[in-house]
């Protein structure tokens, strides 16, 4: 087999030989993940091979690049593919650089005063929620923005994360400065006042602190791709063909805390922002089916890069014009995306943001200039499609209900309306549908409706239950019998997600927006 070494500095390259004998541990010397590049004969074999290794990207229909720790690329070996070594490398330090005008990467502690800092400057419309703290000490913060903060409304939940993947940096300073413009553009920008007032947001620029922070706390030189556990984290989810556990490894903490911040708030959309090419990435990733949607997909991932064209040249050109369906770029298997859109019933898509994945720090304000005006407006199509809420007709107390399009819905493309408010949140491409809603115990109704792109369309639901004669009943009181957080510890100061086992065996999960 022959083995190729390439080093890469920023845009340099220079080829060195690796002597073919060397064994697994020599190649990977001090290094706990292998970056490299491989030709493949046809997507078969790459689709097979993304089960084995952590595909990064491919570059051309027959060229892949990828990742693997010792067990992945081992593992990779036994299917006899010549490769090639990469080395990535960053050569900058951006240290002196200008905070004031975001060509920087934070240090860890910046990035905790910072998110602080946002918190603590605007305690009306924002709060820093802490929800998890890593075994390394460090911290999964996620700030949340609203005109009613921490109080459930009749308004879809937007989240937005970046950098789960530690090396690829570009969003994390770019998310880092959308909050910081939204909160200073309250009450002063129109339009950012509107999307507080009417969209819950949820910011979480930094998903993977340990990748990212590998080489210490004090800079992001040595950034890897994986976490402290060298597992890929978009990998590590619960996937719709392979079951839980697709990668062979526990859940990490870092899954377990945003599957646990999933259940505590029921997002309506989401977008999970990477680097590494240029594309908006749609469902789905594992397998060949088109969403129910992929129209509403298409729509809304063109409306992205056509915005950012305004103000951009020679980017976000390639694939389709800046958008992709996932599998037809290639299949992964354990990714987030998928698991949001099929377990969470929430629209997540995956954003690349540069083909570098740690950008020359001078560079940052370029793509923010770029992008900026595309990220607000992805949080407006969350208001957009058909929403309303969903009550019981007798009493008038919101319902739980099941939203769903006969004869369109598939592979749980139906939504739900959710507590305590009632609300439902159905995104859907311009047409006329017949939506149904029901509840066991109730009467289904179906109304049809005409939905419009980039409008809204309110539809409220009265559902009738099949009994209409009242029943009390006598419940037995349920009482708290032990509080924890999300990765099993015992709380003890109830801050961020807490989970509550009850002496009926029950379990509430909950995010503390009082802390």
């Known amino acids: 087999m022959k083995i190729w ?58 060229k892949a690049y990828a990742y693997a720790n010792r067990k992945e690329f081992k593992d990779f070996l036994k299917e006899d593919i010549d490769y ?54 460090r911290k999964i913060l996620i700030i949340q923005i609203s005109d009613n903060v921490g109080v459930r409304e009749n308004e879809p939940s937007f989240l937005y994360t970046s950098s789960m993947h530690g090396n690829e940096l570009t ?24 999307l507080i007032n009417e969209v819950d947001i949820w910011i979480n620029p930094m998903a993977n602190p340990d990748g990212a922070y590998h080489g210490g706390n004090h800079t992001i030189q040595n950034a890897i791709r994986y976490n402290g556990n060298f597992v890929d984290l978009n990998r590590n989810y619960p996937d719709i063909i392979n079951g839980n556990h697709p990668d062979g490894n526990p859940w990490q903490e870092e899954t377990i805390i945003f599957m646990d911040l999933a259940d505590s708030v029921p997002f309506n959309m989401s977008c999970n922002i990477h680097t ?21 997909w298409q729509h809304i991932g063109r409306t992205y890069v056509d915005t950012l064209y305004n103000f951009s040249s020679g980017y976000f050109n390639g694939f389709n014009n800046g958008i992709t369906n996932g599998w037809d770029w290639y299949e992964i298997h354990g990714g987030r995306q998928d698991y ?30 770029y992008n900026a005006a595309s990220f607000v407006n992805y949080i407006e199509q969350s208001l957009f499609g058909v929403r309303g809420i969903v009550t019981d007709s007798i009493s008038g107390n919101p319902l739980n209900a099941r939203v769903e ?12 309306s959710n507590l305590p408010v009632g609300n439902y949140h159905r995104y859907l491409s311009q047409g006329s549908y017949l939506i149904t809603f029901s509840k066991d115990g109730y009467y289904d109704k179906s109304i049809n409706v005409d939905v419009y792109n980039n409008l809204a369309t309110v539809l409220d639901v009265q559902l009738l239950p099949i009994s209409t004669v009242g029943i009390i009943e006598n419940k037995k009181p349920i009482n708290v019998i032990g509080s924890f957080d999300i990765l099993g510890r015992k709380s003890t100061n109830n801050k961020g997600i807490v989970i509550k086992v009850n002496d009926n065996g029950s379990v509430d999960k909950t995010i503390n927006m009082n802390k």
Not at 42 to 62: A, C, G, M, Q, V
Not at 278 to 293: G, H, K, T
Request: proline share 5%.
């Open 5 to 62: 070494k390439i080093n890469i500095i920023v845009i340099l390259m220079a080829i060195t030989f690796v002597i073919p004998s060397q064994s697994v541990d020599e190649i990977f010397g001090n290094s706990p993940v292998l970056y490299f590049s491989f030709d493949y004969k046809n997507k078969r074999e790459l689709d097979k091979l993304s089960n084995i290794i952590s595909i990064d990207h491919k570059t051309n229909p027959y």
């Open 84 to 137: 090639q070594i990469v080395e990535e490398r960053i050569n900058f330090d951006n240290s002196s650089n200008n905070r004031s005008n975001w060509d920087f990467y934070p240090t860890y502690s910046e990035y905790e005063n910072m998110m602080q800092s946002f918190a603590d400057s605007f305690p009306s419309i924002c709060k820093l929620h802490n929800i998890g703290t890593l075994s390394s000490g």
């Open 171 to 194: 969003g994390y300073v770019l998310m880092l400065r959308l909050i910081d413009e939204l909160l200073n553009g309250y009450g002063i920008n129109t339009k950012y006042t509107n």
């Open 276 to 296: 590494g090419a240029e594309v908006i990435n749609y469902p789905w990733d594992a397998w060949s089916n088109l969403a129910a949607d992929d129209a509403w």
């Open 340 to 369: 949001m859109n099929y377990f969470k019933y929430c629209r997540e898509s995956t954003l690349e943001l540069s083909s570098n994945k740690i950008p020359n720090p001078i560079l940052l304000p370029n793509y923010w200039n």
């Open 405 to 416: 399009i006969i004869g369109h819905d598939i592979d749980s493309s139906h939504v739900y």
